[in-house]
Every structure is written in C-alpha cells, then in structure tokens.
C-alpha cells in the first residue's frame, strides 16, 4: 500500500500543479489582450512616423548636421536585449539571449575579444543570463515594466541617444521579439543607431513636389528623429511585452495539458496497483482458509 500512497500524493500534487498553470495561462490571456491592442494601436503611427522622418531626411541637401545619422567607425558596440522580469514563457528570453550573443560573436567577433562589446538589458532575465555567461552588462532597466507608457521608455531611449552623440558607442543594435500572435514570436535584430536613411522612388518623387515647409526641412528632420528614435525603443519594448504574454500563455496552455495527460497515466496506473492489490488480498485469504481446512 505504500506504492498506492506514493501515487496518490502524486496526482494530488500534479493536480494542484495543473489548477496553477491553468489560472497562469487565463491571468496571460487577459493582459495579452491589453498589450496586443497596445502594439496593434502603435504600429501605424511608428510606419507613418518612419515615413515622413525617411520622405523629408532624403530630400535635404546636407545631411550631415544630423547627429544621430553619423557613420563612424565601430571601435565600441552596445546591444540591447529586451526580455522580461519573469520566467515560466518557454524560450521566449533564452532566444533573445542567443541570438544577441550570435550577434556578437558573428558580427563583432574582434571587437568582442577585445572587449568592446557591451550590453544594456532592459529585463531582468536578459541580464541574468548574460552575467552569469560573463558578458558586460553596463546597465538594467528592469523597472520600465512597472509602468510601460511612452515618458519611462524615453528616458531609456535618451539614454542611448547620448552614449551615441557623445562618442562612447559607433553602433547601437536592439535585440527583442516582434509580436505577431499569441503562438508566434519572431526574433527581430534591428539597428537603432546610427539612423539609416533609405532612399526610394517614394522619396525621389517627394524631392520633385514643391512642399513649403515651417519653419523648415532641417528644423522638422532634428525634431522628428530624436522623436522617431524614442517611438522605435517605445515599440520595441510593446512589442516585446505583448509577445511576452503570448508566449507564457502558450507555455501555460501546454503545462495543463501535459498535468492533464499526466494525471490520467498516473490514475491507470493507481488503478493497476490498486486492482493488483486486492488481488494478492484475496489469495492470501483464500490461501489462509485452505490452510485451515487441511
């Protein structure tokens, strides 16, 4: 019987197991509804923003007042990892961890043997993983979660800016999920600084039209890329949020149906025991009134 008792505090714990997963993955349903209409309402105007920025940059004569499009050589890189503060959401942080090491060790391969590549993690698993495996972690910004609106994220992205402008860093890349649905993640690698202008027919269209800009192109190009690059960190950190809850949800949803499955192998099983049990009883009874005959 010690068998059967062994089993039957198995499947009350992997009951109770089941009972936390299945309220994890409904508490990730609702707050991924919120964060899906979050990056949903965004997305629109960060393109619409991208391309008015890429319309006016490519129509300016001189471009190289703008400081934030400076191409300089990269003697020092900075990667952003953007994960979250908690786990329980399968790979969704280890395969930001993985592709921004990739990133390093493939695309600044010299650089990070001479150790000039560091990181900035917004997310506290990101910098844990990325300590633990002896990387330079310079800052976290573990606390931007608490209240994700547009003025925490700016402060993040001001930040950046300045490492940038004041020379400590030639390339700024951010690492995160891009949210496409709650079951799909897509791990998206996505150069902040400098800022690349592309050019298109759209913009040399735009150079043949007779705009009359106030006060002018220049003023509204300084205006829109700080404004433009605070959007990109704001999405980025929306997008990552979102994808998040999509993840732990889907996560959870296949903790309960594995609890599910393993309860009912862990019931046949009891019953087994239980029915093999009563078996041996019932020979041995049998057994013992023989015995008393003979």
Not at 79 to 90: A, Q
Request: with cysteine; proline share 1%; aromatic share 6%.
């Amino acid at each position: 019987m010690g068998s059967l008792k062994e089993i039957r505090t198995r499947i009350s714990s992997v009951t109770s197991t089941r009972q936390i997963t299945q309220a994890m993955k409904m508490v990730s349903a609702a707050k991924l509804k919120r964060a899906q209409d979050a990056i949903v309402q965004m997305r629109p105007y960060a393109i619409k923003l991208h391309e008015i920025l890429t319309s006016l940059s490519a129509s300016l004569d001189d471009r190289e007042d703008n400081k934030y499009g400076q191409q300089r050589e990269i003697k020092k890189v900075l990667i952003v990892t953007v994960t979250s503060n908690r786990g329980l959401c399968g790979a969704f942080n280890a395969n930001v961890v993985k592709r921004a090491i990739e990133l390093a060790e493939n695309d600044y391969r010299d650089l990070l043997a001479a150790k000039k590549v560091d990181f900035l993690t917004i997310g506290k698993k990101s910098g844990d993983l990325l300590k633990s495996k002896g990387f330079n972690v310079i800052a976290n910004h573990n606390d931007v979660y608490e209240k994700l609106i547009f003025e925490n994220v700016s402060s993040i992205a001001q930040e950046l800016m300045d490492l940038f402008v004041d020379g400590t860093y030639a390339r700024i890349d951010l690492v995160y999920n891009q949210f496409k649905n709650a079951a799909v993640q897509i791990l998206t690698k996505e150069q902040f600084l400098p800022v690349v202008i592309e050019e298109n027919k759209e913009n040399t269209a735009t150079q043949n039209r007779d705009y009359i800009f106030e006060p002018s192109k220049e003023y509204i190009v300084n205006e829109l890329i700080p404004k433009s690059l605070k959007v990109q960190i704001y999405k980025a950190l929306l997008d990552s949020n979102a994808s998040e809850h999509g993840a732990r949800m889907t996560a959870m949803h296949k903790a309960t149906d594995n609890a599910t499955e393993l309860i009912r192998e862990l019931k046949l099983h009891y019953n087994k025991a239980r029915q093999s049990a009563i078996t041996n009883e019932i020979l041995e009874i049998v057994g013992g009134a023989e015995a008393l005959k003979g």
